[in-house]
């Protein structure tokens, strides 16, 4: 009896488990649907770019010799949900069961729990570490944390391995890649890809149904094909790779991808796999071509960040992304939908993803995501506008990153301490201070800038349950050294930028 194989817009792989599964006579479901666009507001580029991905991809199936009902977005037919259209598929063609891979989004699983047509749900095994495996790990430890991980993933993969030992003798060079960057003309920029006809036929669409978004939709450069990411890849190990350690961590405000890979995308769409990413940089480094701190910063982002963070989603489950654990309630400010701001670094990096639906690690996490927690903004608001902007992002990857290092909502799940910093942090790894409004080296004052105020009013309204941090305890002691009225003026000014902020003032 034909089956019904269900491929989603994040699963875009020939070899996907549900595709591994799959009979001569079943049919491949794949569905465009307005649930999946709006259950956030998606920025333009990336629907875009998942739409055009799928789209392509369900053509090389069908090369394949695949049966594939592609439900297109503006299909009449078309019930704009995923169980409604496996239900209106099943029906068409006389199906009783779907096979599908499990998705990256508990919503979604229990969605396809409650489908009338039963659905069997198979492991996504494009992981390098299981949910089983990963839960066998966390089960003997009191504390997960990444670096311990990472190394047994070091040791089950055998990456910049030699023998039993970690190249080079440590497992980590973190320590050589915190550089400050310089401006530089000649610095390559990744490929940018011209929409094909397929392309262009989705951002109309786009354009027409989700105008409304945060996000500029054009101009559109992305890849969304296997054949387009892999020409993206091959840029990034030729050309970006040797500096892409060094430069990591820095943030200038005219090189808004310095020499990062921006391969995420086409990794979490399917289009790449983690292992042929890492198997080319480490050739790279055997080849001498690229520095050990610059293949290893990578590779730990592969297989130990990624799949850290993808083992805790699963681990925690559906209820994670609603931790809350220091009570954080401010709304999210306008600033984040990009309202006028005197803050550089805010304006920037939200103008940057505005644009792009980009930006690298350090502007998540210690431009928007430190500005958030510093503020005090409801974690699941910060969640929500994480997975609405940028174009990598899905909920096993995003949720972890932002409720849990970023927010540091989940109480110390993924990290020991809150990522949170004063303006010198800001202002030692990035070029965005010397043009704004406010002065980084203020501390106190009119133009004080909003970091070094709130950095402290974090501290103090948390002192209770961060004082004891080992990692913490020196901040503490800094602040109990400071003049007394010095520490009053900070902590009366931090409330009255929150006041402002709050009745909706420009920042």
Partial sequence: MTRLIL???????????ALRQARPDDVVVMAEVMAEGTYVPHHPQKIALILSAMRHFADDLRGA???VAYSRLDDPENTQSITGEIIRRAAEHGAREVIATAPGDWRLRQALADCPVPVTLLPDDRFLCSEAEFAAWAEERKQLRMEFFYREMRRKTGLMMEGGQPAGGQWNYDHDNRKPARPDLFRPRPPRFAPDAVTEEVLALVKLRFGGHFGALRPFGWGVTRADALAALDHFVAHALPTFGDEQDAMLRDDPTLSHALVSPYLNLGLLSPMEICQRVEAEWQAGRCPINAAEG?????IGWREFVRGIWALEGPDYARRNVLGHSRALPPVYWGAGTRMACMG??????RDMGYAHHIQRLMVTGNFALLAGVDPWAVHEWYLSVYVDAFEWVEAPNTVGMSQFADGGVVGSKPYVSSGAYIDRMSDYCGGCHYRVKDKTG?????????YWHFLMRHRERFAGNPRMAQMYRTWDR???GHRARVLREAEAFLARMEAGEAI
């Fill in 348 to 353: 920037h990096a939200v103008g940057q993803t």
């Fill in 482 to 484: 400071m003049e007394e």
């Fill in 7 to 17: 491929v989603l817009g994040d699963q875009l792989t020939a070899d996907v488990a």
């Fill in 446 to 454: 009119e133009r004080a800038c909003p970091f070094n105020l709130l």
């Fill in 298 to 302: 990578f590779i730990r982002q592969i």
């Fill in 65 to 67: 010799g695949w049966r």
